[in-house]
């Protein structure tokens, strides 16, 4: 079957591009303020850039367009609600954050090329983030959730997929009362098979895609001892601090993060579709860099839902960075009470900037940055990330700015010494 039958509805693209509009819109408000050293015509350039790639997605494609969002809901923008099962709100918003990325890859895509690795970001944004749901708000063992995100992941990049053989396997796997998202984890990995293996690279790319995925894999399900029904920090501590790390500083639930996010997948999926063939084996201050990018994003992310999570029974990794010694002594999260103040979360943040700055620097080593690309994608990241701040703690929106603009000034002026 053609990748040309794989299309997203045109509602769900538009969806996508308000949202980096928007989100756009405010990271022009912040340079105003603040001298993070790129220029507010520059940001603009990248923003209109990405939605104009994210305009290709209107083009051509299947008659029968996969539908992102569940129906009949509404166009919602930065006041997100949270769905029952699938929070696509959050989870569209961080696909358009994603979308952004193909920025450093476009130049060696044809069009049709970087449509379709656009659409394969999509689509695998969603799908991390309906597995993400599914655990957090399900109830899965250890084995359970590594078993499923085993299945779903694996079958998304194998060049053998049989759809009827996935469907068959992963009806069994699911909590029975989250079935009714079972179509759309089929759809989308069937849609993101069919464009990956038949990208100009994605066989090439499959191993170091595999890799990545089995990371994921092994992170995701180790977080069930985050949730309360299962709560053992512990444990966790135990096995993350064994996981890779590009520097021995990288403490253990700072390692956890690097595995569970996916902004150095999204990447792959990019030189999947280049003309050239990246060897990835060249890429080490890439991938290094991303490595620290991921580890940012999720604490970005973690930092803002601290309660909300609680609220859910999930310690997450920003809480556990913050009280990790009582933290792993506890075994209810109901009525714990954990007394955050303001100094606790800047010193929190000043960590996440530091961990971003090296990101900066190790992407930049060996790419001639003449757009000011990287400075424009990470001051878009806690934009992208913190959204349910903005208009409410935009304090902290900017004291992690702050903490991270002397890494970005020197970026800026690297670009500028070489130009």
């Not at 990248?46 to 305009?55: S, W």
Request: aromatic share 10%.
């Amino acid at each position: 079957m053609s990748t040309d039958t794989v299309r997203i509805s045109a509602e769900d693209v538009n969806y996508l591009s308000d949202k980096v509009i928007k989100l756009g819109s405010y990271a022009e408000t912040l340079l105003d303020s603040y001298d993070l050293g790129i220029r507010p015509e520059e940001l603009a350039h990248h923003i209109r850039k990405t939605c104009d790639n994210l305009g290709l997605l209107f083009d051509g494609g299947s008659i029968f367009p996969i539908t992102l969002r569940p129906s009949a809901q509404p166009n919602v923008l930065l006041d997100e609600e949270v769905g029952d099962t699938w929070d696509w709100a959050q989870t569209l918003r961080y696909a358009a954050g994603a979308s952004m990325i193909s920025q450093r890859y476009a130049k060696h895509m044809s069009q049709e090329n970087l449509k379709r690795s656009l659409l394969a970001k999509v689509l695998y944004k969603c799908q991390t983030g309906i597995l993400d749901d599914l655990v957090d708000k399900g109830r899965y063992t250890y084995m359970e959730a590594r078993g499923m995100y085993h299945h779903v992941l694996a079958s998304m990049t194998d060049l053998d997929f049989d759809p009827n053989a996935f469907k068959k396997k992963l009806i069994p796997a699911m909590n029975q009362n989250q079935i009714h998202i079972f179509d759309l984890i089929s759809t989308i990995s069937s849609s993101f098979n069919r464009l990956f293996v038949k990208s100009p690279h994605g066989v090439d790319l499959f191993y170091n895609m595999e890799v990545l995925d089995e990371r994921v894999i092994l992170g995701q399900a180790i977080t069930m001892f985050q949730k309360e029904e299962s709560l053992n920090i512990g444990k966790i501590r135990s096995i993350a601090r064994n996981f890779y790390a590009p520097a021995e500083d990288v403490k253990w639930y700072e390692r956890l993060a690097a595995y569970v996010s996916g902004g150095t997948r999204y990447n792959l999926i990019d030189m999947s579709f280049a003309d050239k063939e990246f060897e990835v084996e060249e890429l080490q201050h890439l991938l290094e860099g991303w490595y620290y990018y991921d580890i940012a994003v999720v604490f970005l992310n973690n930092i803002v839902n601290i309660h909300q999570d609680l609220k859910s029974g999930i310690a997450n990794l920003s809480l556990v960075a913050m009280r990790e010694d009582e933290i792993c002594s506890v075994t209810k999260l109901e009525n714990y009470g954990p007394h955050l103040t303001i100094e606790n979360y800047k010193d929190h943040i000043a960590r996440i900037a530091q961990l971003a700055g090296r990101a900066i620097t190790e992407v930049t080593k060996d790419f001639t940055d003449t757009e000011n690309y990287y400075p424009f994608i990470t001051i878009m990241m806690p934009v992208v990330m913190m959204a349910e701040w903005i208009g409410k703690r935009d304090d902290l929106i900017c004291s992690y700015l702050e903490e991270l603009s002397p890494s970005l000034r020197k970026a800026c002026s690297k670009r500028a010494a070489s130009a």
